[in-house]
């Protein structure tokens, strides 16, 4: 052991090396060497040294950064999510008044067209009974036009039936009498 510590079983790895056709030196990597040891502790430490100064920083920084930007995004989205929830309830408000606006409307037509049907039929019934008014009238004008008439061709009838009796004709006066009597005689007969 002249400049090496030596490793408990360091024997056995050597024997085994050289049992398998390696050399008879001892393997570097199971060696310990204090030189080697304290440079690589020391490079391992400016290592560490210059990543925390040059890397570890900016990596911490950017860590904070992705952070408040995530927590940025959350508080974004939790806005966002209130405002749609208000949003939502403000539609469903409006809505409800659109639906309760629409069956105002729907009554109001519905009792508007109830009474215009109501004004429609009285106007009907109006107008038929003017109608039958109208109708009853010109009714009672030709009823009286028709029994003067006939109340004339009786006059007549009778005139020619007696003048065939009697042959001859007679005087006016004795007409407009007979004329008189025979009228008389027909407003009781209609009596």
Do not use: C
Request: net charge negative; aromatic share 4%.
């Amino acid at each position: 052991m002249n400049q090496y510590w030596s490793i408990p079983g360091d024997d056995v790895l050597h024997e085994s090396t050289t049992s398998h056709g390696g050399s008879s030196e001892q393997n570097p990597l199971v060696k310990l060497d204090p030189g080697l040891f304290i440079w690589t502790v020391l490079t391992f430490l400016l290592l560490l040294a210059v990543l925390a100064k040059f890397a570890w920083k900016p990596l911490l920084s950017m860590l904070d950064e992705r952070q408040r930007s995530i927590e940025d995004s959350l508080l974004s989205a939790e806005k966002a999510r209130k405002e749609l929830e208000g949003i939502n309830q403000e539609s469903e408000a409006i809505l409800s008044k659109a639906k309760t606006e629409a069956q105002g409307i729907v009554t109001d037509a519905k009792s508007a067209a109830e009474k215009l049907k109501d004004d429609i039929v009285a106007k009907a019934n109006q107008e038929a009974d003017d109608q039958l008014e109208k109708a009853k009238s010109q009714i009672s004008v030709e009823k009286d036009k028709v029994l003067l008439e006939i109340r004339k061709e009786v006059v007549d009838l009778s005139i020619d039936v007696a003048e065939k009796i009697i042959k001859k004709n007679i005087s006016k006066d004795d007409n407009s009498s007979i004329i008189e009597e025979s009228m008389q005689k027909l407003k009781n007969y209609e009596a």
